[in-house]
């Protein structure tokens, strides 16, 4: 018996009808979870240190996951690491977190998310925790790296009461902020990068039309590298997710930096 013929229109008929299938199994089960690591030089003075930066980790007790991303961090050798924001879910995940993001074998610096605040937790475990690796939870306040060549500020409360980070000079400034849209609002600062996480990418990011919906404090520094009046704004899509375990063409991500 002779096969029928598999015609061009059938298999358009049959794409049509496994690509919603496909969409749902990649968003669900594939995405999530699928770290990439991407490599940035986000400007154009020479290079002078290799830096790792993530954000977003939202630990919910997903140990094997969390540990992973630590071992990929770990692989690059970084001279140092920048973490922007939201390390945990709920504050009954903190130790578990901390006692994970402790076996980052780089100076770790980083700034406090929403999520951090929300959760109520004290910041002296955090405090400790980074400090140990030989870097700063920067809550408003900046640091050196161990050879003095940059400086890296945390902005982590804007409004009255909280001035605005200034720039040292003659030196290399990177920013760390939570909130994208919060270069905006830096008066006439300049840093040499500014790196942000919140948006989560989206999550969703629908093909040649981005992101389906992004938290306030993003606007359309939604995801990537932008250019600021402030100076050049990077923003990572994240490594958790919140409130749905759902990403689509929008994988959690590593970004290893040449500055």
Same mark, same amino acid.
């Given at each position: 018996?002779?096969?029928?013929?598999?015609?061009?229109?059938?298999?358009?008929?049959?794409?049509?009808?496994?690509? @919603?299938?496909a969409v749902v199994a990649d968003a669900g089960w594939i995405e999530p979870d699928w770290v990439q690591i991407r490599r940035l030089r986000p400007t154009a003075a020479t290079p002078t240190h290799r830096f790792v930066h993530f954000t977003d980790l939202h630990h919910k007790g997903d140990r094997a996951y969390a540990q992973s991303v630590v071992d990929r961090i770990n692989s690059l050798s970084p001279d140092f690491v920048c973490f922007t924001g939201d390390i945990m879910e709920?504050?009954?995940?903190?130790?578990?977190?901390?006692?994970? =993001?402790?076996?980052?074998?780089?100076?770790?610096?980083? &700034?406090?998310?929403?999520?951090?605040? +929300?959760?109520? &937790?004290? %910041?002296? *475990?955090?405090? !400790?925790?980074?400090?140990?690796?030989?870097?700063? +939870?920067?809550?408003?306040?900046? !640091?050196?790296?161990?050879?003095?060549?940059?400086?890296?500020?945390?902005?982590?409360? %804007? *409004?009255?009461? /909280?001035? =605005?980070?200034?720039?040292?000079?003659?030196?290399?400034?990177?920013?760390?902020?939570?909130?994208?849209? +919060?270069?905006?609002?830096?008066?006439?600062?300049? %840093?040499?990068?500014?790196?942000?996480? /919140?948006? /989560?990418?989206?999550?969703?990011? &629908? $093909?040649?039309? *981005?992101?389906?919906?992004?938290? @306030?404090?993003?606007?359309?520094?939604? =995801?990537?590298?932008? !250019?600021?009046?402030?100076? $050049?704004?990077? &923003?990572?899509? *994240?490594?958790? +997710?919140?409130?749905?375990?759902?990403? %689509?063409?929008?994988?959690?991500?590593?970004?290893?930096?040449?500055?």
């Amino acid at each position: 018996m002779i096969a029928k013929k598999f015609s061009r229109r059938r298999f358009i008929l049959a794409g049509l009808l496994l690509a @919603p299938g496909a969409v749902v199994a990649d968003a669900g089960w594939i995405e999530p979870d699928w770290v990439q690591i991407r490599r940035l030089r986000p400007t154009a003075a020479t290079p002078t240190h290799r830096f790792v930066h993530f954000t977003d980790l939202h630990h919910k007790g997903d140990r094997a996951y969390a540990q992973s991303v630590v071992d990929r961090i770990n692989s690059l050798s970084p001279d140092f690491v920048c973490f922007t924001g939201d390390i945990m879910e709920e504050g009954k995940f903190l130790p578990e977190a901390l006692e994970i =993001l402790s076996g980052i074998k780089a100076p770790l610096y980083g &700034v406090p998310g929403n999520h951090d605040y +929300w959760s109520r &937790v004290p %910041f002296e *475990g955090i405090r !400790q925790c980074f400090a140990a690796t030989g870097g700063a +939870w920067l809550v408003d306040q900046q !640091q050196m790296t161990a050879d003095g060549k940059i400086n890296i500020l945390g902005m982590a409360r %804007f *409004g009255p009461g /909280h001035p =605005l980070p200034v720039a040292r000079p003659g030196m290399k400034n990177i920013l760390l902020v939570h909130y994208p849209a +919060w270069s905006k609002r830096l008066e006439g600062q300049q %840093f040499n990068l500014i790196l942000a996480g /919140h948006s /989560h990418g989206g999550q969703v990011r &629908v $093909p040649f039309y *981005g992101p389906l919906i992004v938290p @306030p404090g993003v606007d359309e520094y939604d =995801l990537g590298l932008f !250019q600021t009046a402030a100076g $050049p704004l990077y &923003v990572n899509p *994240g490594i958790g +997710w919140f409130p749905v375990p759902i990403r %689509f063409n929008c994988r959690p991500e590593i970004t290893l930096m040449e500055v």
